[in-house]
């Protein structure tokens, strides 16, 4: 696995064709090595700018924190 850190918001198309936004949370073991949980949000959304406010005004997400899948 990569030391490189993920960024803590993902933002990826279902097979529905909604988005739906995952939260990231990365935190290291006594070795330095990154453990990352992903929650879910239960709410889908139609475009990936509408997942992004979302994770602005809930989560005060910040610009270059996003990942597209």
């Known amino acids: 696995m990569s030391r490189i850190p993920v960024r803590p918001y993902l933002i990826a198309k279902d097979e529905e064709g909604q988005f739906r936004l995952t ?3 990365t935190r290291y073991n006594s070795q330095g090595y990154p453990l990352v949980s992903a929650t ?22 910040e610009a270059g924190q996003f990942a597209v899948k």
């Open 23 to 25: 939260v990231r949370e």
């Open 40 to 61: 879910m949000v239960d709410e889908s959304f139609k475009t990936a700018t509408a997942a992004r406010n979302h994770a602005k005004e809930h989560f005060g997400a």
